[in-house]
């Protein structure tokens, strides 16, 4: 390398280390920075969870299999890629929920995250008795928190809205979304657009309603309002095979990086296949237990250990459609009351008819609650008995799969708990005071959803980028 290059290693081949390598080598060639990319990834395929199957005319997603995308991340990432076009919209939304084991209850429309934003449907919607819809309402009119700090978000939505509707409406939603206890997560960390809500419409309901008319009709869909759900036509990992192939830097797989240290003014890893590589800057795109264990000799990042990780599975099911004629939803989510190993249940073919042959239905179902990981680690026969005598008694279906894909995620989703704003800024502040030239990104951090794991792959890309060319 000339004495002005720059040499950058990013850690992890998922979406979050693909993105930044994206940016890192879109904004070299822009203000021509001498910059060398290494891309690192520890087992032998690029993408993380992002992982889908193609076979004999199926499209199944083995991990995420949808996004939101309000900001439009996803797109401005897509457009530059080329595959704009590939991305699709679901025109078809019916959730059910289950309660208490009894019959299945339509959300209400124009409801966002179990959030109702009009209330006529709201109060039309059987999921809440008339004394637990007056509670909700007091929303409406209740002062505004004077906490200081941070708080849970089952606490939070419980003083806006009461216990019956969190229940029954909110917490099988959320739940849904984080993969953990709305009691245990933290506000600031996962919903903090609720509490600026509150503070700024003196209501949640209020606040939402407002930015709904101020943003672009395209985020909704026609029927709902609801935000718009997308996906790719032939697959999520569409997205990473696009970054790959756009990806013009040195690419390692099966090589993991086993420590960091400091060698003059450069940083040198350590390498798995005992060899070591030299650059003047770091983006670790890995789990936190990963990026923690890269620093034990220096005791950095030790507040990561306390991030707690669930883990859940997916189980694909190929039915005969005649078999799933009487369910008319797209998606069920399951109260915490209920008695059910499922925590959702999605029709993927209602919502993306081409990704099956005409003729056969697709549900992905997902297990393993907070506290619960055993079920997790039931083998693939007895995962299956156990979703299907769900889905028997939610639906009534009696008919066995012709084929289940049952698909595993260890310790994959991470606790935002209490106080994590904080513990990631703290340890990233320590970080930098050692390692001026490494950052952190990732769904341990700032956010789980596929447009903030990109966003956090392009700001650190950013914010490294300055460091090193200042």
């Known amino acids: 390398m000339t004495d002005n290059k720059r040499r950058v290693a990013i850690i992890g081949g998922g979406i979050t280390g693909l993105s930044a390598a994206f940016y890192l080598q879109e904004q070299a060639k822009l203000h021509h920075y001498p910059l060398e990319i290494v891309l690192l990834e520890g087992s032998h395929r690029l993408g993380g969870k992002l992982q889908t199957l193609r076979k004999d005319g199926f499209i199944i997603e083995r991990g995420p299999d949808s996004f939101v995308d309000r900001n439009h991340i996803v797109l401005d990432l897509a457009t530059k890629l080329g595959i704009d076009h590939d991305l699709v919209k679901t025109k078809k939304a019916k959730t059910y929920i289950a309660v208490n084991n009894k019959e299945l209850q339509p959300v209400p429309k124009n409801t966002i995250l179990g959030i109702p934003t009009q209330i006529k449907p709201?109060?039309?919607?059987?999921?809440?008795?008339?004394?637990?819809?007056?509670?909700?309402?007091?929303?409406?009119?209740?002062?505004?928190?004077r906490i200081d700090g941070d708080q849970s978000l089952g606490k939070f939505m419980r003083r806006r809205f009461g216990e019956e509707f969190v229940q029954n409406l909110i917490e099988p939603f959320l739940s849904g979304v984080f993969s953990g206890d709305i009691d245990e997560l933290s506000l600031q960390a996962t919903l903090p657009i609720l509490l600026q809500y509150e503070q700024e419409a003196g209501s949640v309901m209020r606040g939402m309603r407002r930015e709904l008319t101020?943003?672009?009709?395209?985020?909704?869909?026609?029927?709902?309002?609801?935000?718009?759900?997308?996906?790719?036509?032939?697959?999520?990992?569409?997205?990473?095979?696009?970054?790959?192939?756009?990806?013009?830097?040195?690419?390692?797989?099966?090589?993991?990086?086993?420590?960091?240290?400091?060698?003059?003014?450069?940083?040198?890893?350590?390498?798995?296949?005992?060899?070591?590589?030299?650059?003047?800057?770091?983006?670790?795109?890995?789990?936190?237990?990963?990026?923690?264990?890269?620093?034990?000799?220096?005791?950095?990042?030790?507040?990561?250990?306390?991030?707690?990780?669930?883990t859940v599975a997916s189980v694909s099911m190929i039915f005969d459609e005649k078999t799933l004629a009487s369910f008319d939803g797209t998606d069920i989510y399951m109260s915490r009351n209920s008695d059910y190993s499922l925590t959702s249940v999605t029709n993927e073919t209602k919502k993306w008819p081409h990704i099956a042959p005409e003729g056969y239905a697709l549900l992905n179902c997902y297990i393993g609650r907070t506290g619960d990981a055993a079920i997790v680690e039931?083998?693939?026969?007895?995962?299956?008995?156990?979703?299907?005598?769900?889905?028997?008694?939610?639906?009534?279906?009696?008919?066995?799969?012709?084929?289940?894909?049952?698909?595993?995620?260890?310790?994959?989703?991470?606790?935002?708990?209490?106080?994590?704003?904080?513990?990631?800024?703290?340890?990233?502040?320590?970080?930098y005071e050692t390692f001026p030239t490494v950052r952190l990104a990732g769904n341990s951090y700032e956010g789980i959803s596929l447009p903030k794991c990109i966003e956090q792959g392009m700001n650190n890309a950013e914010e490294l980028l300055k460091e090193l060319f200042k």
């Open 378 to 431: 039931l083998s693939d026969s007895e995962i299956e008995k156990t979703v299907i005598e769900d889905l028997q008694q939610l639906s009534g279906i009696t008919e066995q799969p012709f084929k289940t894909v049952v698909s595993r995620w260890k310790d994959s989703m991470p606790q935002y708990t209490i106080g994590h704003v904080d513990r990631i800024k703290c340890a990233k502040e320590k970080l």
């Open 122 to 145: 709201f109060m039309a919607s059987s999921l809440v008795s008339w004394s637990g819809k007056v509670r909700a309402t007091a929303d409406l009119m209740l002062p505004p928190s």
């Open 214 to 310: 101020s943003m672009d009709p395209r985020t909704f869909t026609e029927e709902h309002n609801a935000f718009s759900v997308q996906t790719f036509a032939d697959g999520m990992d569409t997205l990473v095979d696009s970054l790959a192939d756009a990806f013009d830097g040195q690419l390692m797989k099966g090589v993991r990086v086993q420590s960091i240290m400091q060698s003059n003014e450069q940083l040198c890893l350590e390498l798995n296949n005992k060899s070591m590589l030299t650059v003047d800057g770091v983006i670790i795109a890995t789990p936190h237990q990963a990026a923690q264990k890269l620093f034990e000799k220096q005791e950095l990042l030790q507040d990561l250990k306390s991030i707690p990780s669930n």
